[in-house]
Nanobody
Framework: QVQLVESGGGLVQAGGSLTLSCAYSGSIFSINAMGWYRQVPGKQREVVATITTSGSTDYADSVKGRFTISRDSGKNTAYLQMNSLKPEDTAVYYC????????????????WGQGTQVTVSS
C-alpha cells in the first residue's frame, strides 16, 4: 500500500503564496511520476503540474510561471510552490503518484492523497 498525505492548504489573499506538501510512504518499489491536480465542485479534476523521476516537469498553461513542482526523495515529499495566487486557483488540491509497489512491481498504479483546500480571496 501507498499513502499520500497533503498539507499546506489554507486561505490566502490574491497575490499571495502557499506551499503544498505531499508526504508519501508505503511499500513503494519505484516511482514513475508525481503530480498535483485540483478540483472545484461540479468540474472534473484537472492536472496542475507533474514531475518525473528524472526531474522533468510539466505545467498547466494556467499556472505556468507561477507554480513550481519539486520532489525531495530524501524526505519522501513532493511540493507545489504556488506564487501570485488568483481567486481562480481556489480548489481542492490532490497529490498523485504513479508507482510500482513491492507486491505488484509489474504494474504502474495510481495513488491519490485525501486533498487539501486552497482558497484565494480577491
Amino acid at each position: 500500500q501507498v499513502q499520500l498525505v497533503e498539507s499546506g492548504g489554507g486561505l490566502v489573499q490574491a497575490g499571495g503564496s502557499l506551499t503544498l506538501s505531499c508526504a508519501y510512504s508505503g511499500s513503494i518499489f519505484s516511482i514513475n511520476a508525481m503530480g498535483w491536480y485540483r478540483q472545484v465542485p461540479g468540474k472534473q479534476r484537472e492536472v496542475v503540474a507533474t514531475i518525473t523521476t528524472s526531474g522533468s516537469t510539466d505545467y498547466a498553461d494556467s499556472v505556468k510561471g507561477r507554480f513550481t513542482i519539486s520532489r525531495d526523495s530524501g524526505k519522501n515529499t513532493a511540493y507545489l510552490q504556488m506564487n501570485s495566487l488568483k481567486p481562480e486557483d481556489t480548489a481542492v488540491y490532490y497529490c498523485n503518484m504513479k508507482a510500482r509497489t513491492i507486491r505488484s512491481s509489474s504494474l504502474i498504479l495510481n495513488y491519490w492523497g485525501q486533498g487539501t483546500q486552497v482558497t484565494v480571496s480577491s
